[in-house]
C-alpha cells in the first residue's frame, strides 16, 4: 500500500505517465508503463501499448528494483520484512521433541509434514514414572502414538522465517501401559486407552533451521481395556474423561 501511494504521488507530481524500467535481479532490463506496485507483484504496460489493452503481471521476488521516468527508484533489495501466510510456499520436513518431558519423565520424538494450508504429524512417546495414588505407591510405564492435524489460523512469520504464526490442531493419542503396586505381590496390570481434542499452537521460527512450537488444549480419554491409574503421562494430565493436554516441543527444519 505505501509502495503503491509512493507511485500515485509520483505521477500527480509529473502530470503524466513517464517511460519506466523494471531491473530484474537476472540483470534483464524492461521498459514500460508501471501501473502500480503491491508486496507481491508489479502491474504494467508494454511501452507500445498505447490504448493499455494488456497487463502484464510480475513477480516482486525477481526483481531487484524498478525506475521511474523522473528517475526515482524503488528497491526491492530485502523483502524479509513480509508478513503473510504467503511467505511459506513449498513443503517442509521437521523432527521435534518435547522439552518439558526432561521434566516431567517422559521421551518424544515427532515428525511433521508441512505446507502453507495445513500440517500433519506423527509422534512416538515414551514414559516412566513413580507415584501414589490413594496412599499407595505405584510404578508406571507405557509408550504412545499420536497423529495431528493443524490448520494455520493467523500467520505473522517473515520470509526467511515464514513459520510464525497461531494453528488450531486436532489429534488423537493411543496409549498402552502397565503399571504395578509396590506395596503388593500382585502381577502387572496391562492397559490402553484412546485421547482425542483439539489445542492451539503457537510455532515460532527462531532461525532457518530451529523452533518452538507451544500448545495448549483440551481433550477426552477413554479406557479401552482394562483401567489406569490417574497420574500424569506425557501431555496428558490424567486418566479417563476430559483433561487438559499442554506441553512445548522444540524442532528442526530439514
Do not use: W
Not at 518439558?100 to 515427532?110: P, T, W
Not at 486407552?193 to 481433550?219: P, R
Request: proline share 1%.
Amino acid at each position: 500500500m505505501v509502495r503503491l501511494l509512493y507511485i500515485l504521488l509520483f505521477f500527480v507530481s509529473n502530470g503524466a505517465v513517464a517511460q519506466d524500467l523494471i531491473v530484474k535481479r537476472s540483470g534483464e532490463v524492461i521498459y514500460c508503463n508501471i501501473e502500480s506496485v503491491e508486496d507481491y507483484y508489479i502491474h504494467f504496460y508494454e511501452l507500445g501499448d498505447t490504448s493499455r489493452a494488456l497487463l502484464y503481471k510480475m513477480d516482486a521476488a525477481i526483481v531487484k528494483k524498478i525506475v521511474f521516468g523522473g528517475d526515482d527508484q524503488l528497491a526491492f533489495l530485502d523483502q524479509s520484512n513480509i508478513t503473510t501466510s504467503e511467505a511459506i510456499s513449498g513443503s517442509y520436513i521437521m523432527l521435534e521433541t518435547n522439552l518439558d518431558g526432561l521434566f516431567n519423565d517422559f521421551l518424544s520424538l515427532h515428525f511433521q509434514y508441512l505446507k502453507q494450508k495445513y500440517a500433519f504429524d506423527i509422534g512416538f512417546k515414551r514414559f516412566s514414572s513413580s507415584a501414589n495414588v490413594s496412599f499407595e505407591a505405584i510404578d508406571h510405564k507405557g509408550s504412545m502414538v499420536e497423529l495431528g492435524f493443524s490448520l494455520p489460523m493467523n500467520m505473522f512469520g517473515k520470509k526467511d522465517r515464514p513459520m510464525r504464526g497461531l494453528y488450531i490442531r486436532g489429534y488423537g493419542i493411543f496409549t498402552t501401559g502397565n503399571f504395578r503396586n509396590v506395596f503388593q505381590s500382585g502381577g502387572i496390570i496391562e492397559y490402553n486407552q484412546l485421547s482425542f481434542g483439539v489445542q492451539g499452537v503457537l510455532h515460532y521460527q527462531i532461525t532457518k533451521s530451529f523452533y518452538v512450537k507451544m500448545y495448549y488444549g483440551l481433550g477426552g480419554t477413554k479406557q479401552v481395556e482394562s483401567f489406569a491409574p490417574s497420574i500424569r503421562r506425557a501431555d496428558l494430565s490424567g486418566g479417563n474423561g476430559l483433561q487438559n493436554i499442554y506441553g512445548m516441543r522444540i524442532g528442526y527444519v530439514f
